[in-house]
Protein backbone atom coordinates (compact mmCIF):
# COMPACT_ATOMS: atom_id res chain seq x y z
CA UNK A 1 0.00 0.00 0.00
CA UNK A 2 1.19 3.41 -0.71
CA UNK A 3 -0.32 6.81 0.10
CA UNK A 4 0.30 10.04 -2.06
CA UNK A 5 -0.01 13.52 -1.11
CA UNK A 6 -0.12 16.28 -3.82
CA UNK A 7 0.74 19.77 -3.23
CA UNK A 8 1.81 23.15 -4.77
CA UNK A 9 -1.12 23.91 -6.38
CA UNK A 10 -2.25 27.67 -6.58
CA UNK A 11 -3.10 30.53 -9.00
CA UNK A 12 -0.82 31.86 -10.86
CA UNK A 13 -1.27 34.03 -14.40
CA UNK A 14 0.21 32.75 -17.96
CA UNK A 15 3.36 32.70 -18.45
CA UNK A 16 4.41 31.89 -14.66
CA UNK A 17 5.98 28.53 -12.95
CA UNK A 18 4.92 26.09 -9.86
CA UNK A 19 6.43 23.43 -8.49
CA UNK A 20 4.06 20.47 -7.35
CA UNK A 21 5.58 17.76 -4.69
CA UNK A 22 4.14 14.37 -4.29
CA UNK A 23 4.85 12.72 -0.82
CA UNK A 24 5.11 9.19 -0.68
CA UNK A 25 4.72 6.95 2.14
CA UNK A 26 3.59 3.01 3.04
CA UNK A 27 6.11 0.80 0.88
CA UNK A 28 9.50 1.46 -0.77
CA UNK A 29 8.91 4.21 -3.02
CA UNK A 30 11.64 3.75 -5.22
CA UNK A 31 9.83 0.37 -6.52
CA UNK A 32 7.36 2.41 -8.04
CA UNK A 33 7.55 4.49 -11.46
CA UNK A 34 5.63 7.26 -10.90
CA UNK A 35 3.43 9.39 -13.38
CA UNK A 36 1.06 12.54 -13.04
CA UNK A 37 -2.12 13.28 -14.36
CA UNK A 38 -4.49 16.05 -14.91
CA UNK A 39 -8.06 16.77 -15.31
CA UNK A 40 -9.74 20.01 -16.46
CA UNK A 41 -13.47 20.52 -15.81
CA UNK A 42 -15.65 18.61 -18.35
CA UNK A 43 -12.47 16.98 -19.30
CA UNK A 44 -10.94 13.05 -19.13
CA UNK A 45 -7.92 12.50 -17.08
CA UNK A 46 -4.74 13.19 -19.45
CA UNK A 47 -1.03 12.00 -19.19
CA UNK A 48 1.43 14.96 -17.90
CA UNK A 49 4.64 13.07 -17.53
CA UNK A 50 6.02 9.90 -16.07
CA UNK A 51 9.30 8.79 -14.63
CA UNK A 52 11.25 5.40 -13.61
CA UNK A 53 11.97 4.26 -10.30
CA UNK A 54 15.48 5.48 -10.68
CA UNK A 55 14.58 8.52 -12.13
CA UNK A 56 17.17 7.84 -15.15
CA UNK A 57 14.26 7.79 -17.68
CA UNK A 58 11.41 10.48 -18.30
CA UNK A 59 8.39 10.57 -20.45
CA UNK A 60 5.90 13.30 -21.59
CA UNK A 61 2.59 14.23 -23.01
CA UNK A 62 3.42 16.29 -26.54
CA UNK A 63 1.69 19.27 -24.62
CA UNK A 64 4.02 19.81 -21.87
CA UNK A 65 7.24 18.85 -23.41
CA UNK A 66 9.50 21.58 -23.09
CA UNK A 67 7.75 23.37 -20.61
CA UNK A 68 7.13 20.44 -17.77
CA UNK A 69 10.06 18.18 -16.25
CA UNK A 70 9.60 15.50 -13.53
CA UNK A 71 11.35 14.24 -11.30
CA UNK A 72 12.08 12.70 -8.15
CA UNK A 73 13.97 11.92 -5.05
CA UNK A 74 13.70 8.45 -3.62
CA UNK A 75 15.59 9.62 -0.15
CA UNK A 76 12.43 11.86 0.72
CA UNK A 77 10.18 9.54 -1.19
CA UNK A 78 8.95 12.63 -3.48
CA UNK A 79 8.27 13.38 -7.29
CA UNK A 80 8.20 16.72 -8.48
CA UNK A 81 6.42 18.35 -11.71
CA UNK A 82 8.14 21.88 -12.68
CA UNK A 83 5.83 23.44 -14.18
CA UNK A 84 7.11 26.53 -16.41
CA UNK A 85 5.60 28.85 -18.86
CA UNK A 86 1.90 27.99 -17.85
CA UNK A 87 -0.67 28.50 -20.07
CA UNK A 88 -4.49 28.57 -18.98
CA UNK A 89 -4.89 25.29 -20.67
CA UNK A 90 -2.77 24.02 -18.26
CA UNK A 91 -5.12 24.81 -15.28
CA UNK A 92 -6.73 21.22 -13.78
CA UNK A 93 -6.53 19.36 -10.91
CA UNK A 94 -3.64 17.58 -10.79
CA UNK A 95 -2.61 14.12 -9.83
CA UNK A 96 0.21 11.87 -9.15
CA UNK A 97 0.18 8.50 -9.06
CA UNK A 98 2.08 5.52 -8.73
CA UNK A 99 2.64 2.18 -10.64
CA UNK A 100 4.95 -1.53 -10.00
CA UNK A 101 5.56 -1.03 -14.06
CA UNK A 102 8.97 -0.47 -14.71
CA UNK A 103 8.70 1.66 -17.61
CA UNK A 104 7.01 5.11 -17.43
CA UNK A 105 3.73 4.67 -18.58
CA UNK A 106 1.00 7.18 -19.52
CA UNK A 107 -1.34 4.87 -19.38
CA UNK A 108 -4.08 5.54 -16.32
CA UNK A 109 -4.93 2.31 -16.25
CA UNK A 110 -1.44 0.65 -14.99
CA UNK A 111 -1.60 2.79 -12.13
CA UNK A 112 -2.57 1.34 -8.67
CA UNK A 113 -2.27 4.03 -6.54
CA UNK A 114 -3.49 7.61 -6.56
CA UNK A 115 -3.15 11.24 -4.67
CA UNK A 116 -6.09 12.95 -3.99
CA UNK A 117 -4.68 15.76 -6.49
CA UNK A 118 -4.05 19.22 -6.22
CA UNK A 119 -5.87 22.06 -7.99
CA UNK A 120 -3.59 24.41 -10.71
CA UNK A 121 -5.21 27.74 -11.72
CA UNK A 122 -3.80 29.74 -14.56
CA UNK A 123 -5.33 33.29 -15.38
CA UNK A 124 -4.76 34.83 -18.66
Known amino acids: QVQLVESGGGLVQAGDSLRLSCAASGRTFSSYSMGWFRQAPGKEREFVAA????????YYADSVKGRFTISRDNAKNTVFLQMNSLKPEDAAVYYCAATERVYASSVQSQYVYWGQGTQVTVSS
Open 51 to 58: ITRSGSNT
